[in-house]
């Protein structure tokens, strides 16, 4: 982006803003005299025009959309209309929907059942485990030990203390030829940001590598899976070196349970612990389940499966309903969504939407389109094919983001619940280290998005005078660090937290 390119587009953007106005008429023979709020606007537009004409920000495609959610006129416009790269930040976007079709109370349940007769304490029988699309019940923090105790007193009280059969898994609420999005990077994929999506879930379908050297030079290393039941397969390619390292690295297949290991740790290096992805889900679950209920006194014979391994499905016409094992609110998870940015939330919130909605899930995408179409945002300024942003075919133009975070402000039942799932500058999230001592800090909520070539952020900041704004940032193929385009982004926010109108009005 050239400095004559960006002074042109803020140009054009100065003329919209002021002709929204209405100018009182002058003599003929005096030109108007400027405002003291078309000059503060004309400032903060060159401040803008400087930045992003600056080495770090030149050659990159950068868009910019700033409008007053108090006035509705436009501020700032660099590439409004232009299709870039979200990443992180579509999870704006995909929370929005779900919002609005789903309601924020809506519960995600994982609910249990007796296949078989129950007779002197005995389940004669498979226990079905059913998905209900929650990815958050996790066991890094013992929360899911908590949850399978109590569901072990469940059982009890059903009369049920030992089961002759399987702890079957049914994630098949989602299809699974959907489980990963469609343009995925392939060296993402054993990395646990790009963990398969299924309707039955556990520990964010996320495993451990835990690595250590061997005993000597030249051995291999020791890899030990963590939680040990996890479905995970490991070759171990990486060696123990004397003098000189190489990092670690692993991969993995499309829905393949093998990790390659490879690299060389040295000798007197400190155990490192890697996250892999899992992509069978629903037998990770079932796994967890077993090894709980028996830690909890009750007896299984048979072995953890996943539905899909069955030679035929299980006849759930008799089947006894045990209760929901675990249950989720939206509100609930969106906090942790858009705060830590977490991927496998946001895709399963978009085949939620999707199922719920009636829309075909070998498309779970298309209900965002048809929502967008519905806000009045053409299909022209949009390609949604995730719900994350992790995909490098995900592009949507800054204006239609901050056409969506405008309806969302709008929307009285919306607003309050989606400000608080935002991170806060200098507060929490994504956020917490960035605009520390700023004007911004505390004062804009937003999400960030990030991956390699593409980083944005878009939200909400109040002006010096507490007039809110919306905006949005993106900046794609830039041939820089990413701290350095973090630093030109950081700078237009803070300016727009500092910016005042330069008049007077009255509260």
Known sequence: MTRHVVAAA???ALVSTAAQRTVPAQSPSAPPAPSAEHDSLRALQQNIAAILASPAAEQASIGIEVRSLQRGDRLVSVNEQKLLMPASAEKIVTLAVAAERLGWDYEFKTDAFAIGAIANGTLTGNLLVVGGGDPTLDNWDGI?????AQFAQQLREHGISTIHGDIVGDGSLFDKRQSLGSGWAWDDLASSYATAVSGLQFNQNTAQLAITPGAQAGAPVRIDLLPSYAPVEFRNRATTAATRGV???LRAGERSPVVDVSGALLRRAPREVHNVSVTNAPLYFARALRASLTQNGITITGSAVDANDLPAPLDRANALPLGPIFTTRLDDMARTMMKRSQNLYAESLLRTVAVTSGTTTTNPAAVIGTA?????????HFLIVDGSGLSRYDLITPAAVVDVLTHVYQEESLREPFMETLPVAGVDGTLQRRFVGTAAAGNVHAKTGTFSNARGIAGYVWTKESEPLVFTIFTNN????????????DRIVVLL?????GVTRTP
Do not use: K, M
């Not at 899911?144 to 399978?148: G, N, P, Q, S, T």
């Not at 179409?373 to 022209?380: Q, R, V």
């Not at 830039?478 to 982004?489: K, L, M, R």
């Not at 937290?497 to 109108?501: D, G, H, L, P, V």
């Open 10 to 12: 803020l140009t054009i």
């Open 144 to 148: 899911a030990d908590r949850a399978f």
């Open 247 to 249: 990092p670690l690295t």
């Open 372 to 380: 967008l179409n519905g806000w009045g945002i053409p299909s022209s």
């Open 478 to 489: 830039y041939n820089t660090t990413p701290a350095a385009i973090d630093a030109v982004t």
């Open 497 to 501: 937290a500092e910016f005042s109108r």
